[in-house]
């Protein structure tokens, strides 16, 4: 039996549930790998609070060194969250050659370069599964699985809170506000909800994954972000009528050279496999030119879900022979972020009469080179008399529709009041 | 760059996939793996047919010994299909120190034991990544990935060819051997379908799942099979109006010591994920004890998805250190084959009288212990009167049910048309 000694860096949610884990699965820990775990220190920032779990007297410490300056912590696991200090503990901890296993989607998309070069230069391994969709082995699927394999596209439900929000809505027809306010109320969504609902958590956790998928550097800051919080119920029941389901979605596809990382809220075709992903389940759609269409679903939040991956690279670093670190640039590297990328758009206007909106948008969009799939008039004119028309583009650049809609608005008759993109559908 | 010679047994249309790709993915593997793959020998029935590939002089080989007693050849490659002589080829080459990279389920399900020990007396790697589901990584997941989890249930649709037939039968209400002809002429169903309509293939790829599920050898012999030939498109009408959808489910659960495994057409309620997976995608849902729900979904079957699990398994065994061999079997093993389940029940009947079938079926389930949940009749009655009614029981057990049903049939005018289990409702 081979003792390994660890370092907790925090110890809330997600460090009591890898506690409780560990403790639970000593008995196969033991059995199937040969390993027992020991918790030597855990830095905490209040060594006196009360725990939900059972801690040994001089466990607990305020004192970061104590975990990374303990000569017998062989492997550090980092669960504060937040960019700093977290990536500062976890170049630390590696320069000393300790493995990092670590749930940090922020300080692993910002400080990436930064945290390679310092595990190269320990010797030591760098863990991440549990940043990117909770329980879902995707960091995994991509490493070790698809090696063999150019991925074409990606797309993902990976951020719970909004996938929970834009169920409710679509189910009840409610507004964002009101679902946001039980959302908050259920624990589901942050009292400061903006990392969630702005897209900022999806952002980060894209561009992990866009990197890995296609073997290049896609920093966070390359990533176009847009959140639900202007999302309507009018927009989601149109799209359903026409059956489409909206999900904010997260998209990355490789084209040569070109990469485009987005998130946004999306319509999928309602047949599509996220379609039916719903409530705070995650899920990771991608393509690759050998395996053809693959998706992973399940859990991507919760104290057990990520302690689930968390100890699962726990055990892989603690049995690694030699720290394989992920490509996450690739030699033969040219590529460049694409900003101007194409997609199939639905657009709904309001306009005082019919057959003068339908020559008014038309001919903008054909003066762009867009071409019109299909329109519809949606319900009654209201009081003003004013229609509500929806439209659907074929597929088109982004830079061309979104100048054709200008010159809609500057007629001032018809008002352009969403603009939704559509994947999934060629 | 490391230069690694390998062997192919078989040279079929996922022999020539594997070519294919080692061949596009030359420059990738070299620069991000370091490793140049050559195909050293390769055995094939006739090495005068003509080939898909271009393989130089010398390559194809009709003599077995030519790649397993090579001693050049370091990893094999194994897409010959079916028990024998698979198997005996796989053990020589393990103990010859070769490791050995499989599709083949039958040759591993059946002779588990046999590979095991020869890979860890010859000090070389079994990987079989592309035995079950294709290009879904699955088998990856459950020994790289649920190392912390005591995986409870297991429900996969994990043969394309019933599910691309089951799929029709549901879109069109068309009869199942209608569909299997149709399947046969666009190459989904072989010209003998008996393996996957009749649930064998299934069942070889549940015992490999369920066996690494479980951490302990589920034989395919215990797993219970029932195919999909007898499939009534009445069943799969009536199944639907409830919100049931059919599919041929692997199912496998571990409760405590006792572990279940069987493959049988089943109902899923049509909000459950596997109830979309449609045509020949494949899928496997879990339930884990921390990560909670996962699934897997993918192409199963063709051979450019089959050659990308095979190449990501050659890469593995390229690369490792020492080759970690998944754990069968749980040193404080315990279990048994729990063949008296419990599962729901929708069962259909045809009787002369809706008022006396009722009373008499009710009265048999009841003198078994068995509850009735609901009770819906369907259509008008036939020409000679007698109406069909459908009854969906409570959890009850298979023998308390099978017994109940007997005693139904027993009267004389009731007829029990349909036992369908249920599944993914509690």
């Known amino acids: 039996m081979r003792q390994v000694e660890i370092g907790f860096l925090g110890f809330g949610n997600i460090g009591e549930g890898v506690w409780r884990l560990l403790e639970e699965m ?148 409610s507004r964002f506000e009101d679902v946001l306010q039980d959302a908050q109320r259920l624990g589901l969504a942050e009292p400061d909800p903006t990392a969630d609902v702005e897209g900022y958590d999806a952002a980060y956790k894209l561009s992990i994954l866009a990197s890995l998928a296609f073997y290049t550097h896609v920093p966070v800051e390359s990533v176009y972000r847009e959140g639900i919080t202007r999302v309507s119920p009018i927009d989601i029941a149109c799209g359903q009528e026409m059956g489409l389901t909206l999900k904010l979605l997260a998209v990355a596809k490789r084209n040569g050279d070109a990469v485009e990382a987005r998130v946004h809220p999306t319509f999928v075709p309602s047949t599509h496999p996220l379609a039916n992903v719903s409530d705070a389940f995650n899920a990771v759609f991608l393509r690759g030119h050998a395996c053809g269409e693959l998706m992973f679903y399940g859990r991507g939040a919760g104290d057990m879900p990520t302690a689930s991956a968390l100890v699962s690279d726990l055990i892989k670093a603690a049995g690694a022979q030699r720290h394989a670190l992920p490509a996450f640039f690739d030699a033969a590297d040219g590529v460049h972020i694409e900003e101007d990328w194409s997609s199939v758009y639905f657009i709904r206007t309001r306009a005082t009469d019919k057959p003068g909106v339908l020559a008014h948008v038309a001919g903008c969009m054909a003066g762009h080179g867009v071409g019109i799939a299909s329109m519809v008039q949606k319900g009654a004119p209201d009081a003003d008399g004013r229609v509500q028309i929806v439209f659907v583009t074929h597929r088109a650049h982004e830079q061309a529709v979104m100048s054709a809609l200008e010159e809609v608005n500057r007629s001032g008759r018809t008002r352009v009041e969403s603009v939704i993109r559509v994947e999934g559908v060629e």
Chains 1, 2 share one sequence.
């Not at 820990?29 to 020991?38: C, D, L, N």
């Not at 725990?51 to 410490?61: A, D, K």
């Not at 104590?66 to 960019?83: A, C, K, R, S």
Request: glycine share 10%; net charge neutral.
């Open 26 to 173: 000593r008995g196969e820990t033991a059995r199937r790998e040969g390993i027992s775990f020991e918790v030597r220190r855990v830095l905490v920032r209040d060594v006196h609070r009360q725990r939900g779990v059972e801690v040994p007297q001089g466990v607990l410490t305020d004192r970061p060194e104590d975990v990374l300056d303990d000569p017998d912590v062989q492997i550090v696991m980092e669960f504060m969250g937040g960019e700093q200090p977290a990536a500062d503990y976890i170049e630390r901890a590696l320069l000393a050659g300790k493995s990092v296993v670590t749930a940090n989607k922020m300080a692993l998309s910002t400080h990436w370069a930064r945290l390679n070069a310092a595990a190269q230069r320990g010797g030591a391994g760098l863990y991440f599964e549990a940043s990117v969709c909770g329980a879902i082995p995707v960091i995994r699927a991509m490493t070790d699985s698809l090696q063999a394999n150019r991925v074409e596209r990606l797309m993902g439900i990976i951020n719970g809170t909004t996938n929970y929000i834009l169920t409710r809505m679509t189910r009840e027809g």
